[in-house]
């Protein structure tokens, strides 16, 4: 089951690690300032993913990247349109006299729509951009896909929904056989449903499909990370069509009720208008994140109680 883990403290900028169940390799949403995130945390990171680029969510992306140059990897970095300019402009206000170009290699994914996503290439030491190629899927791998949606924050603000694929597991005390490698030969004929796939098990060959009922097919778990944005309908369609029936979201929470005209004026959300979404979203939990930094631990308390009220339908 994917987790995550929120790396900043109240007053700090946000920052949002998701860490991947037997993978070394972690994801991080947004580049606050996160006191809470370590050097070999950040050195798992393999792919980041920026909401959108005020300074809140993105001035700690040299400190990101200090700790990635010299790695020899292949990072990704998802983000709004321009992400790639304004990537590609922090880069090259450092001197790199001394940087091999083989110690990092940057590939960012630019969201210009639903279906059109721009992929560059980066790396040192001059960091010239390079256009890839243009596809209309995010982000996938062996372990997730990366479903999104673009808001309203009087700027384009990406909200993330990971979802882990689904698995296969196989009741071996269903079985009157041994293991051995029909059993991953059966998974895969499931997953494909090639149900005449042949299966050889002790001398004898079956028909996959004989055995299908000894396999269950598990849901993966959906996590969800939806920055800021403003209280309006054609938002909350938007993360409805994305978000519906999540295991878990966080959700930006920036203001208290009696602030909802601050929310207005700066296209922000407020706390009984998130957990109203959220409820609408049959999501299964909701966390509110990403407060004011005007508001104290007690202002917190507050919004979390609002917000719970409006997620639970009271």
């Known amino acids: 089951m994917l987790q995550a883990e929120i790396k900043s403290l109240l007053k700090e900028d946000i920052s949002i690690l998701i860490k991947v169940p037997n993978s070394a390799k972690h994801y991080l949403c947004d580049c606050g300032e996160a006191s809470l995130l370590t050097v070999k945390e950040v050195q798992s990171v393999s792919a980041v993913f920026i909401s959108h680029t005020h300074i809140d969510h993105f001035s700690n992306f040299d400190g990101i990247f200090r700790h990635q140059i010299g790695s020899g990897e292949k990072i990704v970095i998802c983000g709004p349109k321009n992400i790639h300019q304004q990537i590609e402009a922090r880069l090259k206000s450092y001197t790199w006299n001394l940087i091999d170009e083989n110690a990092i290699v940057y590939e960012i994914?630019?969201?210009?729509?639903?279906?059109?996503?721009?992929?560059?290439?980066?790396?040192?030491?001059?960091?010239?951009?390079?256009l890839i190629k243009?596809?209309?899927?995010?982000?996938?791998?062996?372990?997730v896909n990366v479903d999104f949606a673009i808001l309203d924050h009087k700027t384009d603000s990406i909200a993330y929904l990971f979802k882990e694929k689904d698995s296969v597991t196989f009741n071996e005390n269903a079985s009157e056989f041994k293991k051995g490698k029909w059993i991953s030969e059966l998974k895969t004929a499931f997953e494909n449903n090639d149900s005449d796939k042949e299966i050889q098990i002790e001398e004898t060959v079956y028909r996959a499909s004989a055995f299908f009922h000894l396999l269950t097919r598990n849901t993966g778990y959906k996590l969800g990370v939806i920055m800021d944005h403003a209280?309006?309908?054609?938002?909350?369609?938007?993360?409805?069509?994305?978000?519906?029936?999540?295991?878990l979201v966080y959700i930006e929470t920036f203001y208290k009720d009696e602030d909802q005209e601050f929310a207005k004026i700066n296209y922000h959300s407020f706390a009984s208008a998130s957990g109203k979404v959220m409820n609408e979203?049959?999501?299964?939990?909701?966390?509110?994140?990403?407060?004011?930094?005007?508001?104290?631990?007690?202002?917190?308390l507050e919004i979390e109680t609002a917000f719970y009220k409006a997620f639970q339908g009271n």
Do not use: M
């Open 134 to 143: 243009t596809q209309n899927f995010l982000f996938e791998n062996e372990y």
């Open 109 to 130: 994914r630019e969201i210009v729509s639903r279906e059109e996503i721009n992929v560059y290439k980066i790396h040192p030491p001059h960091w010239n951009l390079e």
């Open 231 to 247: 209280v309006c309908e054609d938002n909350y369609e938007k993360i409805k069509t994305v978000f519906k029936g999540a295991d």
């Open 281 to 300: 979203c049959e999501v299964k939990e909701a966390i509110p994140i990403h407060f004011s930094r005007r508001y104290v631990e007690s202002d917190q």
